[in-house]
């Protein structure tokens, strides 16, 4: 079983910047993917920033040019740097890996998502 634990998320002003951590933990033999989502009230899931398994970055157009994915392999961990946040990217940011368990068995998982608040 793998886990995701997200945290960095808060209330933070038009303008200002948050970084948000994930780490992976559990029975975990390789992530071949993994980034970030996010949920605004009454809106559907969707793609913000991920490591794909090819191993290249997608982000959302909305993003471009502000947030920034990164990651550290050894631990993990993958961050998102978030600046010049707007209003409208408040949102549930969700973490989601997927990958090969040490069973030899895929796994897909999410965390359980830390709220971002950008006030105006």
């Known amino acids: 079983q793998v886990q995701l634990v997200e945290s960095g998320g808060g209330l933070v002003q038009a303008g200002g910047s948050l970084r948000l951590s994930c780490v992976a933990s559990?029975?975990?033999?390789?992530?071949?993917?993994m980034g970030w989502y996010r949920q605004a009230p009454g809106k559907q899931r969707e793609l913000v920033a991920v490591?794909?398994?090819?191993?290249?970055?997608n982000y959302a157009d909305s993003v471009k040019g502000r947030f920034t994915i990164d990651r550290d392999n050894a631990k993990n961990t993958v961050y998102l740097q978030m600046n010049s946040l707007k209003p409208e990217d408040t949102a549930v940011y969700y973490c989601?890996?997927?990958?090969?368990?040490?069973?030899?068995?895929?796994?897909?998982?999410w965390g359980q998502g830390t709220q971002v608040t950008v006030s105006s």
């Open positions: 490591f794909t398994s090819g191993g290249t970055t």
């Open positions: 989601n890996a997927e990958g090969l368990a040490r069973n030899l068995r895929r796994f897909g998982s």
């Open positions: 559990g029975s975990i033999l390789r992530i071949n993917a």
